[in-house]
Structure formats: structure tokens, C-alpha cells
């Protein structure tokens, strides 16, 4: 064997970004944020896009931290917590000029998926989670306009279909698209209009010929 060979417990060190929770560019395209386990443990990092400096280390303490987005001011953070290793997430903001940070799923016994979205004026966020016994779509008003560590009850917003693996906003807020599982490994991504979403016809599948397509976003 080549002793040029790098043994796996090396491999295993090597910091990596984390690339499927995501990163995010703040608004006025200055600052990247995104997590890297450069320590050892999953930590966001924000990188100054406009000068040539290291990536800041913003978040500490126990626990995974992945797939942040910005508020659209770009003075605040959403987050990921995976604080035991369970995959249990909880989505933490945090304020980047104060530090001040906060659970805004605090006591929630249910599993959250690992993808979830804000809309464009920060308001709301959008996650699924298992808290029905079945993974559903659910808004969480964030009343970014008036305070960001304030949170209220997660709401149901789509709960049809298989379990719900991913949703994004679209760029106006008013609609989400929502990705669940299907039969075998196909996936069907369905289009809500959260403005309306208990009235008919405001409900939208994806298809393809009158046929769901398998359309993953």
C-alpha cells in the first residue's frame, strides 16, 4: 500500500462546507453566510464579500448549526440547531450586531426537516415538520417588521399528499412550492397561495399532460 495513502480518520477532519442545507447571500450582495465545521462541530460562518478577510465565526455552543438565511436587512440570521445529533431541528434567529439569539420552536417534541425558507420581507418562515404524525407544511409568523425574537403558533398551511421533504417562497411571498414524496421515489411539488390557501382552486400540482410530474425543485 502507498504510503501517500491518506487514512480515513484524516479524511474525516478535513472541513468541509456543508452543502445541503444551503448558504445564503444577504440583500445588498455583501456578505455570504454558511456552515463549516473548520472547529470540528457545524458553526455559520458570514464572509465579507466586498474585502479580502477571513470567514467570521458568529455562532458557539453545543449543537449543529446549518442552512442559514438572512433577514432582509442583512442584520439578523435564521439558523438550524441540531443541539444532540437527533435531527430533531429547532430554527434559532440571531441578531448580528448584539449576538442576542433565540429558539423560535422552543419545547417541540417533533421532528423539523432540515429545509425551510422566509419569505422576501422577512415575515414569515415556511418548514415542515412531523408535528401532525406525518411531515405537513407549516408558517411561522416571525413579526420581523417589529421584532425579530418574536415568534408565534406554526400554522398549517398544506398537509396533503406524502411527507414533505422542501419549500421555497416565491419572490413576491404570496406563493410556496412545496416538494413531498410520492410513489416509490417520485416526488410531486405542489403550489400553495398562502394569501388564499383555504379557498379552491388556489391549490396547484405540477403536471405534465394532465399527469403529477415527478419534479423536484
Known amino acids: 500500500m502507498s504510503s501517500d495513502l491518506i487514512d480515513l480518520e484524516r479524511c474525516l477532519r478535513i472541513p468541509l462546507i456543508e452543502p445541503y442545507a444551503g448558504f445564503d447571500i444577504s440583500a445588498d450582495g455583501n456578505q455570504a453566510a454558511f456552515s463549516w465545521n473548520l472547529s470540528g462541530q457545524w458553526e455559520v460562518y458570514l464572509l465579507d464579500l466586498q474585502k479580502q478577510a477571513k470567514p467570521a465565526q458568529i455562532t458557539s455552543g453545543p449543537g449543529a448549526k446549518l442552512g442559514p438565511r438572512f433577514t432582509p436587512d442583512g442584520l439578523g440570521l435564521w439558523y438550524l440547531l441540531d443541539e444532540d445529533g437527533s435531527e430533531e431541528y429547532d430554527i434559532?434567529?440571531?441578531?448580528?450586531?448584539?449576538?442576542?439569539?433565540?429558539?423560535?420552536?422552543?419545547?417541540?417534541?417533533?421532528?423539523?426537516?432540515?429545509?425551510?425558507?422566509?419569505?422576501?420581507?422577512?415575515?414569515?418562515?415556511?418548514?415542515?415538520?412531523?408535528?401532525?404524525?406525518?411531515?405537513?407544511?407549516?408558517?411561522?409568523?416571525?413579526?420581523?417588521?417589529?421584532?425579530?425574537?418574536?415568534?408565534?403558533?406554526?400554522?398549517?398551511?398544506?398537509?396533503?399528499?406524502?411527507?414533505?421533504?422542501?419549500?421555497?417562497?416565491?419572490?413576491?411571498?404570496?406563493?410556496?412550492?412545496?416538494?413531498?414524496?410520492?410513489?416509490?421515489?417520485?416526488?410531486?411539488?405542489?403550489?400553495?397561495?398562502?394569501?388564499?390557501?383555504?379557498?379552491?382552486?388556489?391549490?396547484?400540482?405540477?403536471?405534465?399532460?394532465?399527469?403529477?410530474?415527478?419534479?423536484?425543485?
Open 92 to 217: 434559532w434567529f440571531q441578531d448580528l450586531q448584539s449576538g442576542m439569539k433565540r429558539n423560535l420552536t422552543p419545547d417541540t417534541p417533533e421532528a423539523i426537516q432540515p429545509n425551510f425558507d422566509r419569505s422576501s420581507d422577512g415575515r414569515w418562515i415556511a418548514y415542515q415538520s412531523n408535528r401532525s404524525g406525518r411531515f405537513s407544511t407549516y408558517l411561522l409568523s416571525t413579526d420581523a417588521h417589529k421584532d425579530q425574537f418574536s415568534a408565534g403558533e406554526p400554522e398549517p398551511v398544506f398537509t396533503e399528499g406524502g411527507p414533505h421533504w422542501d419549500v421555497r417562497f416565491s419572490p413576491e411571498g404570496s406563493w410556496l412550492a412545496v416538494v413531498g414524496e410520492s410513489s416509490g421515489q417520485d416526488h410531486t411539488t405542489t403550489l400553495i397561495n398562502i394569501s388564499k390557501c383555504k379557498k379552491a382552486g388556489l391549490v396547484q400540482q405540477i403536471e405534465l399532460e394532465g399527469r403529477p410530474l415527478n419534479a423536484l425543485q
